[in-house]
């Protein structure tokens, strides 16, 4: 009988123990609280800023003075005088075509032309004396002036033979070698002026009354990512184009080094005036198809702060600042920073040290 009652209070005892843990448990469980820990995230100022209007286009780049150098003659290529990529001054001899047949030609025609010189003159003293006749005189002046204008023709052949830089710059790839036959209209090589570059472009038309020459323009290239290069409007065409119902206009570079022609670029074009936007840091916006929001950080009374997602409408973004045209004011303050983290109505923490 005592064995039975030792072993029932000692059951009482083990059960009690654990109704008593498991007690102690589920009232810690009641009183624990739930509720999820403020997440942490980077705060700024939406902030007004006065942005200067502009305009936007892209354009090609050329050199004012830059040609396709060719020929006017056919010939064989008997010297070149040039490597590609090389600087050359104005009035270079830079190709010069087999022009044999053409200097014999001028030998025989400087002949042709002295002996029609003397009979010439030869006659004009003989009409003075009255030895010859009106009509001789006149054929011997018809047959010098022949003479020099055969000669003059065949000079400027010559002179055709020859490719001469008009103008100081630098020359592009070679496309001819020695012994080359070339016809006329061939290209045989580029040269550019890189000292002055300007660069084309277009607008549609209704833009036409912001443009005056002279205005301040900003273009960038892919080459350069991170340079502005500066140019001034220069010339706007006088109609606009019937097929596109664009204006056309061109601009010159004031500060080029490094660009070449043919490279593409952005244009800002500053017609004057400014407008003040309310802007917030580019990483505050989140862009998505059914909206663009950000996260507006508000204080309770019991300074506790809470982010609250708003759809805003979004402007143009500049120098890592987005203007937003609707859905806050200045001065709210914004989440720039982790805000994938974010639930509406979650409490926030502010640690501008925090690196996302």
């Known amino acids: 009988m005592k064995a039975y009652l030792v072993v029932i209070l000692l059951l009482l005892g083990i059960f009690g123990s654990i109704g008593g843990y498991k007690y102690a448990q589920f009232s810690a469980l009641a009183n624990a609280s739930f509720e999820r820990p403020p997440i942490t995230v980077a705060a700024s100022l939406a902030q007004v800023e006065g942005w200067s209007d502009y305009l936007v286009a892209v354009g090609t780049i050329k050199a004012i003075r830059g040609i396709r150098l060719s020929s006017e003659e056919s010939g064989e290529v008997v010297r070149i005088n040039f490597e590609s990529g090389e600087a050359v001054e104005a009035g270079r001899l830079m190709i010069v075509l087999n022009d044999r047949v053409e200097s014999a030609r001028r030998g025989s025609q400087q002949a042709i032309l002295n002996l029609a010189r003397l009979q010439f003159d030869r006659n004009r003293e003989l009409l003075e004396q009255k030895s010859v006749s ?56 580029t040269l550019q002026d890189l000292s002055e570059l300007e660069i084309d472009f277009s607008l549609p038309g209704q833009r036409a009354p912001l443009l005056r020459p002279g205005q301040r323009i900003e273009l960038q290239v892919d080459a350069f990512p991170d340079r502005v290069f500066e140019a001034r409007l220069s010339a706007v065409d006088s109609q606009i184009d019937p097929s596109t119902r664009n204006l056309n206009a061109r601009a010159k570079i004031i500060q080029g080094d490094g660009i070449l022609p043919g490279m593409f670029a952005t244009l800002r074009i500053f017609p004057g005036g400014s407008k003040d936007v309310v802007t917030v840091p580019q990483t505050a916006v989140t862009y998505s198809l059914h909206g663009n929001t950000l996260y507006l950080i508000t204080e309770a009374p019991d300074g506790v702060l809470t982010a609250t997602s708003e759809i805003v409408e979004t402007g143009e973004t500049r120098n890592g600042q987005t203007s937003i045209l609707k859905g806050i004011e200045p001065g709210d303050r914004v989440v720039s920073a982790g805000q994938n983290k974010l639930y509406r109505g979650a409490r926030v923490v502010v640690d501008e040290e925090v690196i996302f």
Not at 140 to 164: C, G, M, Q, V, Y
């Open 134 to 189: 009106r009509s001789d005189y006149d054929r011997s002046k018809a047959n010098l002036d022949r003479a020099h204008a055969d000669l003059a023709e065949t000079e400027a052949i010559l002179a055709n033979k020859r490719i001469r830089a008009p103008f100081a710059g630098v020359a592009g790839i070679r496309q001819i070698e020695l012994g080359d036959f070339v016809s006329p209209g061939m290209i045989v090589s």
